[in-house]
């Protein structure tokens, strides 16, 4: 079962949202003090009260079933709960909550079998709470629709025990983790209950205790009787039951990360992630689907840190709902907008674009990137102006994408800050694909993003060439693309054997044809001979790749397409 949407009104700082659609993994994004937590606490209170009450049903004076019951203390308080500005003006004012639930077909029957009515749809209910009142109803449309209201109470109670909400607030520290791992000792040792040998061994222990507490109740009795005349006695029981709680409460976490120390003197973002761990493994030993609703799972994690939380929860997500609130960035889900849910000025709203989600998190980009969804990070910036040319020429969809601005190349200058620009383009909400060289500087690049977490197989390409063990970009090109505009600009022809060595990179080849016709090699010559290359690429694409040297490009072309088409419209 999953919840598959939720619509809030007049709770706390939301006075109305519309239906929020809510997937495997949901991303609420705003500024601070406007709401997002407030959609979290509202999912959570609303299967809080569903779960403890199940809703048997009553009854009313007039005989009908009623879905009205006393509201418990603890679940919700209507002085801080309902809207305070609305608290004079409306007195007896109700906040509303419905969800919609998801149903397999297992759920289904098993929903035919408890409650007597199949149900092919979502399944839809409301909660209107009250100072002192909740109703539950349930808002199905249709044939049936009558007999299901009349079920309600049955509804509830099947809802309640096959779906939990486990809210994980901000604050994560040692002591919350200490006391979810008490509860999953408390929970293990009653399972010991019926073990011959442990009820033995608890026996005995009771047995060895029994003369303290004796002991312990005369002297209360003596002490008490001096102020009390009229006690006549008193009893320490020291039975199984508390010695499980003294056994259970009695929890030392120790975490050995290089360094063997008790968690509480860990930093705080690893109390953070811990806390965060142990919730999620005590909710999933209990029955029943799960929904996470985790707030700023980034908080106290270092932003590499945050990328590596975010293919964890993507992959939590993959079997348990995930609904998170997030400052950063890097939480966003830029594959699927509308997964990422807007909250600003008290109202919720699912985002549309990029530029939206942007505004929402307070993120700045140049006006080359304003609406970029797909930037290829690419070495040079020879490199940079000669893609442009070569893509659009390749494909139609990526010429089209660079001309609206959906997709950008940038250059880096050098390998060695792939990652810092990974970085930097993830908290501006790019999705990123990289081309590197096949060198060491690249390959080593490479793997030092994906170490981080910043880049995966899927995002990169190596500019690769058929046996060679190190090439680089301009490997791939044909060079009678460029042969003559060298010659003419440096006096350097290029149809040598010290150019034509195939086995060397393109650099060191060019190197060793300049050197041997008595012209000068440096820095300086080589990024004017690239910028030669780069710009006879961008007047002659057709022409430019070498015909058996270029499959990387070819491969690159498809990735960028694929990539493309999945994001879908901005």
Not at 154 to 159: C, G, P, Q, S, T
Not at 374 to 397: N, R, T, Y
Request: some cysteine; glycine content about 8%; overall charge neutral.
């Amino acid at each position: 079962m999953k919840i598959s949407g939720i619509a809030i009104q007049k709770y706390r700082s939301i006075k109305r949202s519309p239906r929020l659609d809510l997937g495997d993994l949901t991303v609420l994004i705003g500024p601070n003090n406007e709401g997002k937590s407030n959609v979290l606490r509202a999912l959570a209170v609303s299967m809080r009260i569903v779960r403890t009450y199940g809703f048997p049903p009553g009854n009313t004076r007039e005989g009908r079933p009623s879905t009205r019951r006393p509201l418990l203390r603890g679940l919700y308080d209507w002085s801080d709960d309902f809207p305070k500005d609305l608290q004079e003006k409306t007195p007896d004012g109700n906040s509303i909550i419905d969800l919609w639930f998801e149903l397999d077909a297992e759920e289904q029957a098993e929903f035919h079998a408890r409650v007597g009515s199949k149900l092919k749809t979502e399944l839809p209910i409301r909660l209107t709470i009250g100072a002192r009142n909740v109703e539950f109803a349930v808002r199905k449309q249709g044939p049936g629709a009558v007999a299901l209201t009349r079920k309600a109470g049955l509804v509830a109670e099947f809802v309640g025990q096959s779906l939990r909400v486990e809210h994980v607030e901000s604050v994560r520290t040692a002591a919350r983790a200490k006391r979810v791992v008490e509860d999953m000792v408390g929970f293990e040792l009653t399972s010991l209950r019926g073990d011959e040998g442990f009820s033995a061994a608890l026996e005995t222990l009771v047995d060895a205790v029994k003369p303290v507490a004796e002991r312990l109740s005369a002297d209360l009795a003596a002490t008490l009787k001096a102020f009390l005349p009229d006690v006549k006695g008193v009893e320490v029981a020291l039975g199984t039951d508390r010695i499980f709680s003294a056994l259970s409460s009695q929890v030392q976490i120790t975490v050995d990360d290089g360094v063997s120390t008790e968690l509480q003197h860990k930093g705080d973002g690893v109390q953070s992630l811990a806390a965060l761990a142990l919730i999620r493994k005590a909710a999933e030993v209990r029955r029943g689907a799960l929904v996470l609703a985790i707030e700023e799972p980034e908080a106290h994690l270092h932003p590499r840190a945050i990328h590596q939380l975010r293919d964890v929860l993507s992959e939590i997500a993959v079997s348990q709902q995930v609904v998170l609130t997030t400052h950063s960035g890097a939480l966003v889900d830029r594959r699927n907008l509308s997964n990422n849910i807007l909250v600003r000025a008290n109202r919720a709203t699912p985002a549309t674009s990029l530029e939206e989600i942007r505004n929402a998190l307070g993120i700045r980009v140049g006006d080359n990137m304003s609406n970029a969804d797909l930037v290829l990070v690419v070495e040079g910036g020879c490199d940079s102006k000669a893609l442009v040319s070569l893509l659009g020429h390749l494909s139609v969809d990526l010429a089209n994408a660079l001309t609206g601005g959906a997709f950008a190349i940038e250059s880096l200058g050098s390998a060695s800050y792939l990652s810092a620009r990974l970085d930097a383009l993830s908290n501006v909400l790019s999705r990123v694909h990289v081309l590197v060289d096949n060198d060491d500087e690249g390959r080593l690049a490479a793997e030092k993003a994906r170490r981080l977490g910043l880049l995966s197989a899927a995002e990169e390409n190596l500019t690769t060439v058929p046996g060679m063990k190190n090439s680089e970009f301009e490997d791939v090109l044909d060079p009678t693309c460029y042969t003559d505009a060298i010659l003419q600009r440096f006096g350097v022809d290029l149809n040598v054997k010290e150019f034509k060595h195939s086995r060397a990179k393109w650099s060191d080849r060019v190197e060793r044809a300049f050197i041997s016709q008595g012209k000068t090699w440096n820095d300086f010559t080589k990024t004017a001979v690239k910028a030669i290359v780069a710009m006879e690429v961008a007047q002659n694409p057709g022409t430019a790749l070498h015909p058996k040297r270029s499959t990387s490009i070819h491969a690159l072309v498809q990735s960028l397409d694929r990539r493309l088409a999945d994001s879908g419209p901005l």
